[in-house]
């Protein structure tokens, strides 16, 4: 079974403050997406990585893909309000199997 | 481009009742995938359809569960006698074949008494 975990568990930081999320596992994934979610709504797609190594930036985020492709990580530059919710990771295995399986999630709160 | 959409948002419903909710995917999306997310946890996978076809389906799909897509288009998730264990968010998400990505709805919220 594939596990994705994911560090910090809950973050609470200031308006304006760096961060970084990270998504760790031993097993290797052929994409691993970043989503983010609001509390009673669906996942909201980030970006999806696919390349080991892979950097990719979307504004004040830069998401990273480990070079084995088992970890990443999310880092957040001059954090606002509106960056606040649930930071999901998912990653495809490959092999014929189109299930994403997910970590637990990073819960951010950036405060004004 | 109206993305995925679910109906009903909310369900309450008395344990030992049978209910059934409907995923809308993104038009031309032919893959449709059906989640549970529980209170704390990440979504976890149920079932997959490429078209009409169901084409993989999780342990966590025990038989009082049931999903279709009759046309290739809408899709229905029964679960017959619920249990208050049954009580999620249940979400459904829609990919392009041959795309990594996979475009979530709005999510059905059900709440078993």
């Known amino acids: 079974t594939q596990l994705l975990e994911q560090s910090p568990q809950f973050l609470s930081i200031q308006e304006g403050e760096n961060l970084t999320v990270y998504c760790n596992s031993s097993?290797?994934?052929?994409?691993l997406q970043w989503y983010r979610q609001e509390p009673g709504e669906g996942p909201v797609l980030l970006v999806t990585?696919?390349?080991?190594?892979e950097v990719k930036k979307l504004k004040r985020l830069t998401f990273q893909f480990g070079d084995a492709r088992k970890d990443s990580s999310l880092h957040i530059t001059a954090a606002q309000p509106g960056d606040t919710g649930l930071y999901l990771c998912a990653g495809d295995s490959g092999a014929g199997s189109y299930q994403l399986t997910f970590g637990k999630g990073t819960k951010l709160s950036v405060i004004p | 481009d109206t993305g995925v959409s679910q109906d009903p948002r909310h369900k309450i419903t008395k344990r030992g009742q049978n209910v059934t909710f409907r995923c809308d995917p993104i038009?031309?999306?032919?893959?449709l995938y059906w989640y549970r997310q529980t209170l704390g946890q990440g979504p976890e996978f149920l079932t997959y359809?490429?078209?009409?076809?169901?084409?993989?389906k999780s342990r966590l799909l025990s038989d009082r569960f049931s999903a279709e897509r009759p046309k290739g288009s809408f899709s229905t998730l029964e679960i017959q006698r619920t249990e208050q264990g049954d009580s999620a968010m249940y979400l459904c998400?829609?990919?392009?074949?041959?795309?990594?990505?996979?475009?979530f709805g709005p999510g059905t919220r059900l709440t078993v008494l």
């Open positions: 038009s031309e999306h032919n893959r």
């Open positions: 990585v696919v390349t080991g190594g």
């Open positions: 998400a829609s990919s392009l074949l041959g795309y990594n990505e996979q475009f």
């Open positions: 097993s290797v994934f052929s994409s």
């Open positions: 359809f490429q078209n009409e076809a169901q084409l993989e």
